[in-house]
């Protein structure tokens, strides 16, 4: 028992060296697992632990807590420990004791004496390595806050505009993800102001523990935070928001502060800073921190190139955390991407607004070299129907003037008579076609006289009323008792109106219907901003029918010079009609109301007195 | 006294046409075919009242109208037009009316009849 003594003390002298060498733990164990010894490192660290004769796999058992490793990883390592300690191999593993000390744990086999060369005792070692996992899980949270950074940072540069930018960086300021605040705001510099824009983060302890425990559940990425945030577009935090709005302060402020400390300060000087609540601060400043209801903001000034942009405030508002020094660094690293974030925004905000003015100024030219089309067809159109009336009238004038006066003159035989009659009426019939059609293209306009547009419809209605009812066909006419009185030219009304229903009249057969309806509206889009819309009226004459109407390709040309579908048309009915329409101040539009397939409507000014 | 008209037209049909209507109704008709003829035959004949064409060969019947005029300052002149579309600027061409040509005459007769009423009145 001695000689056994002896050599274990020679162990333990080479084991007490390595202690104080190495800071190491030492406990001995025998074959069967018994303590037999423990250095004074190992019993200062854990009192009452190691004493002799107790079970080294218990002893180990109760230096092991569990704790964040969990409980199953600590129990296994122990497990594995009592095991290979009875079979005496070597392992190693960390143990985590229960003041959060953490040991790295390894087994030497001892020689117990020099006659047997088997390794009969087991030191059983224990090496504090608490810097050194402090140093790994700071590295390790770096590493992870790093990539988060980076994941923030690419997520910032694929939003465009200046609000999603602005968004992105205040949820990747309160994102768990992300910075981990509990709220953030951004204010923006405009003049020497700082003025409120956008908050984010709950407003209530409520409504903390509800979206984050809603955010955990889903345990989404931070991407799918970002969008999930960005897209949902619910205001759940308008409270928070609205605080945001409120916020105002002069940049010229806390110029007389003692130490430029202060959010304005930390703007001028451009450098983040950790503001606390304190009565050197500016008043503003103060009131600001009441209205946040906190002690300390991280308050982070964005640059876009040498300029102040804004400014980032950041707050623990909920969970009153502590800001570190860490988290003022980290924020002042993503400050530099939101800066240049917030740049590509703005010039990205430019560009689109350019963009819209380059299709805006596309647009219109489009529709100016339309009109321009338009019109120039239509002086073409006036000066031929000039031309052709002209060379029309003055034959037809020779032709039916002297077979009228030949018709009055002469004693004729009857059949002569009537071939000269016939002559007369068909001249008749050409002239009046020369006056309703050709001669509406000129481009000027008549004097514009009161016209009482129910009696033009009726009069209209009745030089058609015979003809209609002779082919089958039902004419409906709808007029308002009262007169309706339009600044015009009658005889233009009269030309349009008259083709118009001519033109329905030819589009229709037996059964059908034709409507010929007058009635006062308010155009549309008027009537609601002007509360009696008196004076701003317009009187609608309608023709419609129930004929076949328009194919969709060919509405857009009925109103096109020269564009016609009838087999004897000449396509410039239509275009007159409207041309002359419009320029008595009037337009006229088609559409399509089954039964009516086809509806015709002219819009005339209404006059604001009644006739006489 | 047989009020005279001269009318001026370079359309064979219209000349013949305007003859019979105003001869039918007392008038004497002085013809002519172009503007220059109008002209002499202005000075020859003394009409009481010109009926115009506008567009004719040669010198055009608001040239004619300003050379008659010139000669003649209270010389009522009517233009009688194929075209419509000159309508409204009649007034700056100092003519006494404007006429759309028509196989219809009464406005042509009444407007005549009314130029010669004024003149009456006038001397």
Redesign the interface.
Known sequence: MEKVLADEIIATDILERLTRTLGLGIALASRDGAVLWANDRMHAEFPGVFTPDSEMRAALGRVTAADVLGAQAVEESVGEIGGRVLRGGSLRRSIVHDDARVYRYFSIPVARSSEHAGAELTAHCLLDVTPEKHLFDRYRSDLHQLSSMKEIISLLYESMSTPEVLNMILVSVTARQGFGFNRAFFLEASGDRLRGRLGIGPASVDEAHRIWSRLSESNSSLRETLHGVSSSGEPADAQTHALALHMDLPLTSGSNGEHGAGIVASCREGRPDLVTRSSTLPVEERKLFDMLGVDALAVVPLRIRERLAGVLLADNFITRRPIAAEDLALLKTFSGYAGVALERSALHDELTLNLQKLRRAHRDLQENQKRLLQAEKLSAL?SLA?SV??????????????A??VL??EELAGDSREALEII?SE??RL?RF??ET??FA???V?MLTPVDLTQLVRDVVATFRDEISRTGVELEVEIPDEPVVVSSSPDLVHAALSNLVKNAHEAVGPGDRIRVALALVHPEGLAAENGNGDGLRVAELEVADTGPGISDEVRELIFEPFFTTKRDGTGIGLAITKQSIRNVGGNILFESRPPFNSVFKVQLPVTVRRMP | MKRKVLVTDDDLGIRKFYERELRRRDYEVILASNAQEAIEKAREERPDVVVMDIRMPGMDGIQAMNRLLEENNELPIIINSAYSSYKESFMSWSADAYLVKSTDTTELISTIEMLLEDRSVCL
């Open positions: 006036g000039a009336s002209h060379e029309i009238r003055n034959p037809l004038v020779a032709i039916g003037g002297l009228r006066s009055e003159d007369v001249v008749k002239e020369l006056k050709l001669d000129k481009p000027t008549d």
